[in-house]
């Protein structure tokens, strides 16, 4: 595929018919300005932020009282307060619907189905926000899950949004020391999990687990039925409650929210932790709502009625950008379980069935895809699907053409990038722009996105630290038990002065796009040249011989030399020739400075339990140091493939 065409160019007719123009006409009227691009209109909401986020407050509807203030101490980025005077309460502004029209559709693999219209969910709302508060919990009380992607899980957090309770999730394939290693931080005063729950199309059981942790957080549980038996779960858990039990005193009536202020705490999210203790990031009711609300409608696009659909797990903040569709209107549309079970096609059936509008998933996935040998441009009706998103790591230049070629031709593809440090993105997609191969299309709205080099100088189309020079709404109020925020400045402002440093190794484009080249903590410097690992995975897991690769620098006489283990496919062995193949194909696409030293086969690739590769904790394992945190880890058994490697004492 050429790569001097964009993919994929809007029609005149979508861009005016998009949410974002009508937002930059509006802003035109509003303010007497001439925006006419998107960079024009960027530009407005980076220079004009007090104007540009109180427009998009007015523009998606926000219910609550805004106060007349917009920006406190905008120039000082750990000082600035947006919208002082604000009062608003989350889950007012994502029960948006009522009536029998569908809220959320479910499925768990091939095992489970379930629709829930706006009055079903507001119903169970009602009754989990009286239980909730019957049992004093109360603003600022945390509230703990460990639970799948289904309907109840959306129900609990929006009562406990509901009375201003902070809502806490993770997975339920979590160990039990990585749920204390979260959930222990925080002291919630209720602890909610599922009976059981489906992968692969086994049954995962869960009860002991659950009455650990329930001993150990000393705090009530409440069981959710999924897959399996809850009064036995809470039989055998002391303190538990089924959410049957839990909810029969009360009936549903008229859910009450109580108005909090702007940057009163909503979400508690964790780092990945595997470097350490996870870290607590506290996200604000304000801040998220108005940062999702500009995501889903403007960048996305998303009309009320229309599918919303995202791969994750609770333990994802990827999961907490999905909800955050309720507020546009959108139907949310949940899956639980492999995106394998019971093939390959199930999430392609999914979207085919219920319409998607938005298909969101991660790299690996649509590589996975790709090397499964599917093409559901030929097997399903996508009709529908105007925007696919991926995220989780850098989307490789070969996944952009195989969802133009596989998937769907006419379909907008926006690669994004941001994380739980910013529950959303700094860059992403835009309906009035073109994707070109391999590149995000460009910085989000109200966001002062920067690649700068070592020395603090802005570069373009040279790899540096991507940088946000100015503050922005979704910032974390805080990190839990920080209270000098000695943690918090350390993570993102001892870099640059008055800058958020945000640890991704990016690169502007001369489209004006912007490529992600992997972490800033995980790059390579062989002879002093900074090498972003995903430059390497672009090449060699194209290979058909390759299923997945991790790459790491190794610490060899006294400099670092690039090390690559590689997966491979079934049946393949690491040949001299496919070595060879290897490393050539690395050095014509790439360059020979991102040829590795050492190529070495490996069973399995440690991942966490988003599915991103570790490459931190590889390297720690490579040169004898303790890796603080295995739980963290879908299959921390897989760190024990690289200790004391032969091949790497030569």
């Known amino acids: 595929m050429r790569d001097d065409k964009p993919l994929w160019m809007p029609w005149r007719t979508s861009v005016e018919a998009s949410p974002m123009y009508a937002f930059m006409q509006q802003c035109n009227r509003d303010f007497d300005l001439s925006l006419t691009s998107y960079h024009d209109l960027h530009a407005f909401s980076v220079a004009d932020r007090e104007r540009f986020w109180t427009s998009v407050w007015e523009f998606c509807g926000v219910k609550g009282e805004r106060g007349a203030r917009a920006l406190l101490d905008g120039d000082v980025m750990l000082d600035a307060r947006f919208f002082p005077d604000a009062m608003l309460n989350f889950a007012e502004n994502l029960l948006s619907g009522e009536g029998a029209d569908d809220a959320l559709i479910f499925r768990g693999e091939d095992k489970v189905a379930d629709r829930w219209s706006w009055d079903r969910l507001r119903g169970l709302v009602s009754r989990l926000q009286q239980a909730f508060k019957a049992m004093g919990i109360g603003p600022g009380d945390r509230i703990a899950a460990m639970m799948p992607n289904m309907p109840e899980t959306v129900a609990c957090m929006l009562a406990a949004a509901s009375i201003g309770a902070i809502w806490s999730s993770c997975s339920p394939d979590f160990g039990e020391q990585g749920v204390l290693d979260r959930f222990g931080q925080i002291g919630p005063k209720l602890f909610i999990a599922c009976d059981a729950y489906w992968y692969g199309g086994k049954l995962q059981d869960v009860k002991a687990r659950v009455a650990t942790v329930t001993k150990q957080l000393g705090a009530p549980c409440l069981v959710v039925h999924y897959a399996g038996d809850a009064a036995a779960v809470a039989d055998e858990t002391p303190g538990a ?37 996870p870290k607590c990031i506290v996200h604000s009711v304000g801040g998220t709502l108005l940062q999702h609300l500009k995501e889903h409608r403007l960048h996305c696009g998303i009309q009320p009625g229309e599918k919303l659909f995202y791969f994750t797990t609770c333990g994802w903040m990827m999961w907490n950008w999905l909800v955050s569709g309720l507020a546009a209107g959108a139907t949310l549309c949940l899956f639980d379980g492999s995106p394998f079970a019971p093939d390959g096609n199930v999430l392609f059936d999914f979207a085919a069935a219920e319409k998607f509008a938005v298909f969101g998933t991660s790299a690996k996935y649509i590589d996975a895809v790709r090397k499964s040998g599917l093409t559901p441009r030929t097997t399903h009706d996508l009709s529908s699907l105007r925007l696919m998103t991926s995220t989780g790591s850098p989307l490789s230049p070969e996944g952009f053409s195989f969802v133009y070629e596989g998937i769907k031709e006419d379909v907008q593809l926006a690669s994004i990038s941001g994380g739980t440090d910013i529950v959303s993105c700094f860059v992403l997609g835009n309906p009035l722009q073109p994707v070109w191969r391999g590149e995000i299309q460009g910085p989000g709205l109200g966001l002062a996105m920067d690649v700068w080099d070592d020395e603090g100088r802005p570069v373009r189309q040279e ?97 670092v030399r690039v090390v690559l283990f590689v997966r491979l496919a079934p049946g393949v062995f690491l040949t001299d020739d496919l070595t060879k193949a290897i490393k050539s194909r690395i050095r014509t696409g790439a360059s020979p400075r991102h040829v590795p030293a050492k190529i070495i086969a490996v069973s399995d690739i440690p991942r966490t339990k988003s599915g991103k590769i570790v490459e931190l904790a590889v390297r720690e394992v490579v040169h004898g140091r303790p890796v603080k945190n295995k739980e963290a880890l879908a299959n921390p058994e897989a760190l024990d493939l690289f200790a004391g490697l032969a091949e790497l004492r030569a």
């Open 241 to 277: 409650k089924t959410l049957d039990d839990f909810i029969a005193p009360f009936e549903p009536r008229s859910v009450e929210f109580t108005r909090l202020p702007f940057a009163h705490p909503l979400y508690i999210l964790f780092s990945s932790g595997t470097t350490g203790v």
């Open 463 to 559: 790899k540096g630290e991507l940088v946000c020079t100015k503050a922005f709404p979704s910032m974390p109020v805080m990190f839990w038990n920080d209270p000098d925020g000695a943690k918090y400045r350390a993570a993102y402002f001892e870099r640059f002065d008055n800058v958020w440093c945000h640890g991704d190794f990016a690169e502007w484009t001369a489209h004006e796009g912007i490529i992600i080249h992997g972490r800033s903590d995980a790059t390579l410097n062989p002879g002093g040249v900074r090498i972003g690992t995903a430059e390497i995975y672009n090449q060699v897991e194209q290979m058909g011989e390759v299923a997945e690769a991790l790459c790491i620098g190794q610490e060899w006489d006294d400099d």
